[in-house]
Every structure is written in C-alpha cells, then in structure tokens.
C-alpha cells in the first residue's frame, strides 16, 4: 500500500505536470517557464525542479501517474474478478477517478437506459493526451503519456470538471494539444515514462496473478497490451471525436482485447 509521503509526492508530481501542461497548451513551449509552471501549482521553483530536471519531463509525468492509478486500481479489484475485465474496470476508473464495477463495464444493451447527458459523460482532457504512444511522431498522434488528463487549467483531472469550467475543444484548442505533444523535447521523456509505466503496470499484474515479474512472460506482455490500449484509445479519440467521452473509446478498446481481439467480419 502507498504510504503518506509517497501519495503527497505523487500528488505534487501531478499538480506540477497539469499545471505544466495545461500553460504550455495555452501558450506554447517558448511562452512558459518553469518559474511560472511552479506559481501556477503552488508550490516553489526549487520544488519543481526537485521533481523535473525540464519542462518535458514535467508533461511526460502524466503518463507515468496513469499508469499508476491502473495499477493501484488493479491491485484493490477482487480476486475473484476476471483478469480482463479487471484491467478494463481498472482503466476505466483511472478516467473517470470513481471505482468501477466489473459489471459496469459490459457492453451496453440496445435496449438499455437512453446514454447520460453529454456534460454527465466523463471527458479526456489536455494532460491525457499525453497518453498516445511516445513512438509515434504525428502531431496527431498525440503521446503514449496521458491523453485523458491533460486540462488547462492545471489541477483537476478532466472528469471532476463541470461542463462550465472545462476547455472548449475546438479545432484550435486541439490543435495547440497536438503541438505541445510534437514538440521534439518531449519524445525522449515519454519513451522514458512509458518503459517505467509498463514495469509499474507488469509489477501489478504479477502480484494479481501470483506470477514474477521479471521470470514469467505474461506480467511484461499483458503490461505492454495495456499500455497499448490506452495509447490507442486516446490517439483515436483526439483524432476523431475530442468532443465526445474517451469512455466509450476506452470500453471498445479492452472489450476487444478481452476477446481475444478477433478480426472484425469484411476484414483481413
């Protein structure tokens, strides 16, 4: 279990790489220095540079803190709940920051209850973004940091935001996102995020599982499935549906997945 002082350094890591994120988005990478990403989390410059040597390193640890929560998240499933759909449940409260129900996860019926109201659906945000995968280089691809996470306005993750005070996703908004996560200084830092995120996640997974880490195949190769997961859902939608909940997106992702990922009928 994470004690006290490591959840208060976690805390601080995060609140320092939204801050980051959400001026650097407003305002280009030339336009923010580390004296104003530290004054916009509260906390001093020596602070932030305690924690980050850069300002890329800054933003790249929003994909690192994702991983995290699935990992916690996976750890405090029930042992009784399926592998797959614990992972997908684990992922899905990483977004939504509430636990979830394996049972919630379930494909929706088409004769269930009408969807919720768009400002009710849990919605990604800039410093999620950060999570598209960190080898691809497209301004549209995003980063395999956090894509779901990335607000503007610094602290909040973007599912406790009201519909009033969350960022208006137009083209150019988006377009800022997808700068910040092309700019070649970040690119090194989230390759070096997503190999410590995938031993976090491998870590988890052992321990649910009874297997070692570094001895058994499954932990690393489930871990490095996971990460792909979410990368792929988020650059899918930052690239086709910025305006919608990265929920749905995130739910067919892993339900494909735990099926084996079969290949759809017409395909090949």
């Known amino acids: 279990m994470t004690g006290l ?8 890591r995060l609140a320092l790489s939204r801050a980051a994120i ?6 280009g990478w030339d336009g923010v220095t580390v004296e104003e990403i530290a004054a916009a989390a509260n906390v001093s410059d020596r602070t932030f540079r305690n ?5 890329a390193e800054a933003v ?4 690192l803190e994702r991983a995290l929560v699935v ?3 996976l750890r405090s499933r029930p042992a009784e709940d399926p592998f797959w759909p614990a992972v997908r449940a684990a992922v899905r409260s990483s977004v ?3 636990a979830v129900s394996t049972h919630d996860t379930a494909p929706a019926s088409p004769h269930s209850a009408a969807p919720a109201s768009p400002r009710d659906v849990p919605r990604a945000s800039p410093s999620d973004a950060v999570s598209a995968s960190p080898s691809k280089t497209e301004p549209a691809s995003g ?3 956090d894509a779901a996470s990335i607000s503007p306005h610094g602290t909040a993750p973007a599912s406790t935001q009201s519909a009033a005070t969350a960022p208006a996703r137009d083209g150019a908004y988006m377009e800022r996102v997808k700068l910040v996560l092309s700019h070649p200084s970040l690119h090194a830092e989230l390759l070096r995020a997503d190999d410590m995120a995938k031993d976090e996640l491998a870590a988890a997974i052992a321990e649910r599982l009874g297997l070692d880490r570094e001895r058994d195949l499954f932990p690393q190769l489930a871990a490095s499935v996971v990460a792909a997961g979410v990368a792929t859902a988020m650059r899918f939608w930052m690239v086709n549906d910025p305006q919608g909940s990265v929920i749905d997106v995130m ?11 079969p290949v759809p009928e017409g395909e090949s």
Do not use: M, N
């Open 251 to 261: 739910d067919r992702v892993f339900e494909e997945i735990g099926r084996g990922l």
């Open 60 to 63: 790249a640890a929003s994909h």
């Open 143 to 145: 980063s395999s940091a």
């Open 5 to 12: 002082r490591e959840r208060k350094k976690r805390e601080t």
């Open 71 to 73: 990992a916690d998240e």
């Open 96 to 98: 939504t920051g509430a």
């Open 51 to 55: 924690y980050f040597s850069s300002k």
């Open 22 to 27: 959400g001026l650097l988005v407003a305002r």
